[in-house]
């Protein structure tokens, strides 16, 4: 297997007078898969009987990551006696002569640094660094108390004022880390035509993070979105979903969905605006509104704002469809609503028009430190976010980010 030269360093690290490694870049350069076989290597080689921590964003995406892949190498399975044990979270690793334990940990939220603590590491390896709170990431670090311990981390770019870059990144010098920064070409494994194609996949804000490695700030529209999106023709057939942003004083958007194969177009849609109205509207109004929409049609799912509670137990109430709360991830969803807008998977019948003047208006808050998009003329918006987050990204092969 080819390897490149900076795969070449991962590996050399542990043999380094460096106590951090810091992989950022382009997705799919070949950063994380490395640092594990290094991680895993360095630490049999110089511990016995000793704790690790491998983090990522959450236990299931580290565990599908991370411990997956390397559970499949040939490699490891060569080298050492894996044990993967699920309901400790715990990866036992031995060669015979020494044995380790690493453990994975998930920090989703700024509560998630109390699961780490009273733990004593003899390393640990951070995947995903900058989507995971500071003070899950500084406990983390902190239980780092063995002598000779290392801290590996591994992102995608951010924005320019994210705490990793500022504080580690931007001081990897006086951190004694080793920063390495990763393209797409410095993945040998992938073909010219698979880096091609990953190009193809993003626009703006994606496409300088996730292939050029930039980081940068998220400004400007927050879609690319033009008459190639909108269509004049609707599906003859298909599965039927309706996604649906609730707002009693702010407006209330719902869109009826026709997916075909990994295809879905937005061929119907309800937009009630109270303000300019001069009214507001009850659950049970909405409900009709939405059964108006649902009218002829075989509707598979309906998706609402998971805080809209009372409006999804009327919904339920009328024993007519299928309700789901929405994923609600904001940014990983308007990652996923770019890519399908971008490929094609998405398309906006021209009838809809309240949504297609958001996808004009809708745009990144330029004056924030972090990524956040202007809370104005988002309700189609997140009603097609909350579809492409619970239904689409399940369809369409490649939306996910791994």
């Excluded at 690793?93 to 603590?117: A, P, R, T």
Aim: with cysteine; proline share 2%.
């Amino acid at each position: 297997m080819a390897i490149s030269r900076k795969q070449k360093q991962i590996m050399a690290f542990p043999f380094t007078k460096y106590d951090a490694l810091i992989c950022d870049g382009a997705i799919r350069s070949g950063k994380t898969s490395f640092m594990m076989l290094a991680f895993i290597d360095d630490a049999m080689r110089r511990y016995n009987n000793q704790r690790f921590g491998i983090c990522g964003k959450t236990v299931d995406s580290t565990v599908k990551n991370i411990i997956a892949p390397y559970l499949g190498l040939s490699y490891a399975k060569r080298k050492y006696r894996l044990q993967w044990k699920r309901s400790d979270k715990t990866l036992i690793v031995s060669d015979g002569k020494k044995e380790n334990i690493f453990e994975v940990f998930g920090g989703k939220d700024e509560s998630s640094f109390m699961l780490i603590q009273g733990r004593t590491l003899a390393g640990v390896l951070i995947d995903e660094v900058a989507l995971q709170p500071r003070s899950f990431v500084e406990q983390a670090l902190s239980r780092c108390s063995v002598d000779g311990s290392k801290l590996w981390f591994n992102c995608n770019p951010d924005a320019p004022k994210h705490w990793f870059n500022e504080e580690w990144i931007k001081k990897a010098k006086e951190r004694n880390a080793l920063h390495l920064h990763f393209m797409l070409e410095d993945n040998p494994s992938l073909a010219q035509r698979i880096i091609d194609r990953y190009k193809s996949m993003y626009t703006g804000v994606f496409y300088q993070r996730y292939i050029l490695g930039e980081w940068c700030v998220a400004e400007g529209l927050v879609y690319s979105f033009g008459e190639t999106n909108i269509t004049d023709e609707i599906p003859a057939n298909g599965e039927y979903y309706i996604s649906i942003d609730y707002g009693t004083i702010n407006p209330f958007s719902a869109g009826l969905w026709c997916v075909l194969g990994d295809k879905a177009t937005r061929i119907k849609e309800v937009y009630y605006n109270s303000r300019k109205e001069g009214s507001m509207r009850t659950d049970s109004e909405y409900v009709n509104m939405v059964l108006k929409l649902a009218e002829g049609y075989n509707v598979r799912k309906v998706i609402v704002d998971p805080s809209a509670a009372s409006f999804i137990e009327a919904l339920r109430r009328t024993h007519k469809f299928s309700v789901l709360t929405a994923n609600n991830s904001v940014l990983d969803g308007i990652r996923r609503t770019s890519v399908c807008l971008q490929n094609g998977n998405i398309k906006i019948h021209r009838s809809c028009v309240d949504s297609i003047a958001e996808f004009g208006l809708y745009r990144w808050d330029e004056k924030a430190t972090t990524d956040t998009v202007i809370k104005e003329n988002d309700h189609a918006m997140d009603d097609i976010r909350y579809f492409v987050n619970t239904i689409l990204r399940y369809k369409v092969k490649g939306v996910d980010k791994n």
